[in-house]
Every structure is written in structure tokens, then in C-alpha cells.
């Protein structure tokens, strides 16, 4: 079973919605029953009497006549209405969550990308057939060798001693001293760790390619650039650059200004050298940049 321990979740995404049918991070199915009880009684009752008592006396004295009517009229009514409702609603409902994971896209993207025949593999790239934009499964070892790791010990050297310890180990003469290189490695430091990405080497064969890596895509930060360094490792990517023979790759390219970062960040190494003085090596600086047609990829996941 393969370990995987580095993974770019936006370009995975994004491949898998323009190479696969599109993603979906969260299927819900939703069930929902509803049943309804309703019962109603009415009663209705109604009972009405009615009596009257009419009394009529007709009297006349000569030519005149009078009438008296007595009338009494009782009505009597008794109406009853009574309604018993019982209402009951019963509802069920149930909710499915399908979770699909960065692996689970991880795997479904590798198995798209060879069933439609878009995936090339190491003799492909040994034999320098593979071209720009192009998705490659490779295997190869990762090297030690990283600009930025340098530039960092060379600063931890002069946070830790200081300049005014390290001035006093150079030579009388000196253009520079360690407060100018100090302020010079702060400047190319920050140019090359913009938005967290940086470069390594990885030995295929007899091809090295230059491997641009985002370090916060090493398993949620759990997992170092370095921890599987001359470890036999996969890497599944997307090939953004083949060098012709007048091409390469420099690894000060994020300065804007490679050739000019490149003169005087050798200017400024022979000044570690003092550190001899005191029985230290100084940190040996690695490759600026790759020739000999390499090719740069950048990693969908590495995993060993």
C-alpha cells in the first residue's frame, strides 16, 4: 500500500473537474416521510318550542266597537354543538453524507489519467519524449541539495554568532562585512520563500528534474520536504517546462533578477570561509541551476 504524503488539493481538484465529470466533495441523500392522523367528531343538537295563548274580546256599546286582544308568546330554544378534533402529523426523515476525501480523488484522477491514455512514465522522460503540459508518473530520489536550506544556515550562522563576532574573523581589507551579507541574504531569502513554494531536485536515471513544491501541501504541515531525502519515491505531475540546450532552470529565478542575485550571492559566500578560523566548516553551497535539458514538474502528490 502506498503512503502518500504529499498532496496539492487545488490542483487536484481542479484537474479532476476538467479530466474527470467535476468533483463532488459531499453527496447528501435526503429521505423524508410524513403521515398525518386527523380525527373529528361533531355533534350537533337542537331543540326548539314554541307556545302562544292569544285572547280576543270584541265588545260595542251602540254604534261604537272596541277590541282587546291578549296575547302571550313563549318560545323556548336549546341548541347544542359540540366538535372533537385530533390532529397528529408523524415525520421521519433521514440523511445520507457521502464524504469523498483528497485520496479517494487522488486514486479516481490516476485511473482517469490512464484510461484515457493522458499518463507518460519514467522511460518516457529518460527518453526525453515527454513535452510541455504533459501528466507524468515517475520514480526517482529526491536530493539534498535545496538553495533555500542553504540561505537559511548561512543566516543561522549570523544570528548566531553575530556580526561583530564574524567581522572580527575577516581579513583587513574586506569590501563587505556581516552586516551588509546579513541584509543581502534577508532580501534573497524573502524573494525565494514567496507564497511558500521552493524547489528540489530529483535524481531519475540519468535526468534530474527540478520538483516545485509548495510546502504546505506536505500532509497538513506533518510531513517535511526532507524526511524521505535518497528514498525511492513516486511522483505524479504535470511537466510545465522541457530545457532545450540552451535552456535551464535557476533556482534564484523568483528574484526577477537571477544573473545579478546569482554575482552577488557569490561574492558574499567566500566570506563564510573565516569560519574556518574557529573549527567550522561553512555550509557548501548547492547547484544555482540545472542544465543539460532538465525538465521542471510540478507535483500532483509524491508518495513512496
Known amino acids: 500500500m ?4 504529499y498532496i496539492d488539493e487545488l490542483l487536484l481538484t481542479g484537474l479532476a473537474s476538467l479530466i474527470g465529470e467535476g468533483y463532488i466533495e459531499i453527496i447528501t441523500r435526503r429521505r423524508i416521510w410524513d403521515r398525518s392522523l386527523t380525527g373529528r367528531i361533531n355533534f350537533d343538537e337542537s331543540c326548539s318550542e314554541f307556545f302562544e295563548d292569544r285572547n280576543t274580546k270584541d265588545k260595542r256599546e251602540g254604534y261604537k266597537g272596541y277590541v282587546k286582544v291578549d296575547g302571550n308568546t313563549c318560545t323556548e330554544s336549546n341548541c347544542n354543538n359540540r366538535l372533537i378534533e385530533n390532529r397528529g402529523i408523524c415525520r421521519f426523515e433521514e440523511e445520507e453524507k ?4 483528497m ?3 487522488h486514486n479516481k484522477l490516476a485511473n482517469q489519467l490512464i484510461s484515457n491514455n493522458l499518463l507518460r512514465y519514467t522511460d518516457d522522460i529518460l527518453g526525453g519524449t515527454v513535452q510541455n503540459g504533459e501528466y507524468i508518473l515517475l520514480n526517482g530520489r529526491i536530493s539534498h541539495e535545496c538553495m533555500k536550506s542553504y ?4 543566516k543561522i550562522i549570523i544570528n548566531s554568532f553575530g556580526c561583530d563576532f564574524l567581522n572580527k574573523l575577516l581579513d583587513k581589507g574586506c569590501t563587505m562585512n556581516f552586516n551588509i551579507i546579513s541584509k543581502i ?12 513554494t521552493t524547489d528540489l531536485i530529483l535524481t531519475c536515471g540519468n ?19 526532507f524526511d524521505n531525502i535518497d528514498c525511492n519515491c513516486n511522483i505524479l505531475g504535470k511537466v510545465i517546462k522541457h530545457c532545450n540546450q540552451n535552456e535551464n532552470i535557476h533556482f534564484l529565478r523568483k528574484t526577477g533578477q ?7 550571492l557569490n561574492k558574499c559566500i567566500p566570506y563564510f570561509d573565516c569560519l574556518n578560523k574557529i573549527g567550522i566548516n561553512p555550509p557548501v553551497c548547492p547547484r544555482m541551476r540545472i542544465d543539460k535539458n532538465p525538465y521542471q514538474i510540478v507535483p500532483i502528490s509524491i508518495y513512496v
Open 103 to 105: 485520496f479517494s480523488f
Open 258 to 264: 537571477q544573473e545579478f542575485y546569482e554575482d552577488l
Open 98 to 101: 457521502h464524504i469523498f476525501t
Open 207 to 225: 535526468k534530474e528534474i527540478v520538483l516545485t513544491i509548495n510546502e504546505g501541501n506536505f500532509l497538513k504541515d506533518r510531513v517535511h520536504k
Open 185 to 196: 541574504l534577508d532580501n534573497i531569502y524573502d524573494k525565494i520563500c514567496l507564497n511558500n
Open 151 to 154: 540561505i537559511d544556515s548561512l
Open 2 to 5: 502506498d503512503f502518500l504524503f
